[in-house]
C-alpha cells in the first residue's frame, strides 16, 4: 500500500512514493472538454511534483473497452476527472471496484444519488435540508396540453434531472418560453425537474475530508451562473471567502456537510446553493467538481492554504485511506 502521511518541503520535490497513477478524463458526456481541461491540469501539477503520472483520456462510453484500456496501463490508483454520465453517476466507480483499483472521490451509490437530482432532493429533504419547491416530470408521461393548462408561479427554472454544469438549464420567466425550455432540458434527459426560482445569493461550499472550506460566493455578469458564465473569463466574478457574518458561515457549511454527508460521499465534492432571508437552500453536489486551477474547489482550497498540489496530493491519500481501511462510503 503506497499511502502514508506526507510533507511537502518544496514543490518540486516530492518525498513520498503513490504509485502509479492513472488520471481518467475526458468521456462521452455533455462535459468532455471541461474534463479533460481537469484532468490535464492535474496531470501537469503531478508530473511537474515528480510523481509516475499517466493520462487515460476515455474516449467513449464502452465499458469493455474502458476496462482492457485501465487494465493495459498498470495503474495504482485512478484520479477521476471526469464530469458528468460516466464519471459522475457510478459507472466509472464500478468498473474501478471492478478492477480493484483505488480511485478518488465518491463510490458507486454516492455517484448516481448526487447526480440525479430526483433522487438527491429526496434524500436531502429526508434530512431536514431546504430545497426548491420541485416537480418531476417524466417525458414518456408528459402531457403538453394538460400541464400548460395549470396554474403555474413564474419565474420556473426547468432543467434535466441528470447533468451537470447547468447543460440544458432554462430559467423562464413567462409562460410563453416554458415549452422551448422543456423541450430544450428533454434533449439531455428523459427526466427533467420543474423547480421554484429562488432569488437570493449563489454560494458554493468546497468539501475536503469531509470538511468545508471557506464559502464561495458567485456574482454572474449574466442572467445567471449558466454554462457560458461559468467557463468564459470575465462573466463571472468570485469572492472568496464570501462577504457573509460568522453565523451564516457557519450555517452554510454546515448544509454543505450535511449535504455531503446525506448523499454518502467521501472524500471531497463542492455544493451549490442558495441563501436567501438567511435561509440556506441546497441545489446539488457535484462529485467530481471542476479541477483547473481557477475551478471554484481549488479556488476554496486556496484560501484555506492548500495550494494545487496539495490539493491533488490530499485526494489521493483519501483513495488509498478508504481503501485500506474498507470505509468505502455509499
Known amino acids: ?61 464502452n465499458i469493455e473497452e474502458n476496462i482492457q484500456k485501465i487494465k493495459d496501463a498498470k495503474i495504482d490508483v485512478a484520479f477521476i476527472a471526469l464530469h458528468g ?65 395549470k396554474e403555474l408561479n413564474f419565474p420556473l427554472v426547468i432543467k434535466p ?24 432540458a428533454f434533449g439531455f434527459d428523459e427526466k427533467i425537474i420543474i423547480e421554484e426560482y429562488i432569488k437570493g445569493r449563489e454560494l458554493t461550499v468546497g468539501i475536503l475530508d469531509d470538511k468545508a472550506l471557506p464559502v464561495i460566493e458567485i456574482i454572474p455578469h449574466r442572467k445567471f451562473f449558466d454554462y457560458t458564465a461559468k467557463y468564459t473569463a470575465g462573466l463571472t466574478e468570485y469572492i472568496v471567502p464570501a462577504s457573509i457574518d460568522e453565523i451564516l458561515t457557519e450555517k452554510v457549511k454546515n448544509a454543505g456537510v450535511a449535504a455531503h454527508n446525506t448523499l454518502g ?31 471554484l474547489l481549488p479556488k476554496a482550497a486556496k484560501a484555506a492554504g492548500i495550494d494545487f498540489l496539495q490539493l491533488c496530493l490530499k485526494i489521493i491519500d483519501l483513495a488509498y485511506l478508504r481503501t485500506s481501511s474498507t470505509a468505502i462510503k455509499m
Open 265 to 295: 460521499c467521501f472524500g471531497f465534492s463542492r455544493v451549490d446553493m442558495i441563501l436567501k432571508d438567511d435561509l440556506v437552500y441546497v441545489l446539488e453536489v457535484n462529485t467530481i467538481p471542476g479541477l483547473t486551477e481557477t475551478s
Open 161 to 184: 434531472a441528470s447533468q451537470g454544469s447547468s447543460i440544458g438549464l432554462s430559467i423562464v420567466e413567462e409562460r410563453q418560453d416554458l415549452s422551448k425550455a422543456i423541450e430544450s
Open 1 to 61: 500500500m503506497f499511502w502514508h502521511r506526507f510533507r511537502i518541503r518544496n514543490k518540486n520535490m516530492v518525498n513520498y512514493h503513490k504509485g502509479k497513477i492513472g488520471v481518467l478524463m475526458g468521456g462521452p458526456s455533455e462535459e468532455r472538454e471541461i474534463s479533460l481541461k481537469s484532468g490535464k491540469a492535474v496531470y501537469q501539477t503531478l508530473k511537474e511534483a515528480g510523481l509516475d503520472v499517466l493520462p487515460i483520456i476515455i474516449e467513449n462510453g
Open 85 to 149: 454520465r460516466f464519471g459522475e453517476d457510478g459507472t466509472i466507480q464500478s468498473i474501478l471496484d471492478s478492477l480493484n483499483i483505488p480511485y478518488t472521490g465518491s463510490g458507486v451509490l454516492a455517484s448516481k444519488l448526487a447526480l440525479d437530482k430526483v433522487s438527491s432532493h429526496g434524500r436531502f429533504l429526508k434530512a431536514g435540508l431546504n430545497v426548491p419547491s420541485y416537480t418531476v416530470v417524466d417525458k414518456e408521461q408528459f402531457d403538453k396540453d394538460s400541464f400548460f393548462k
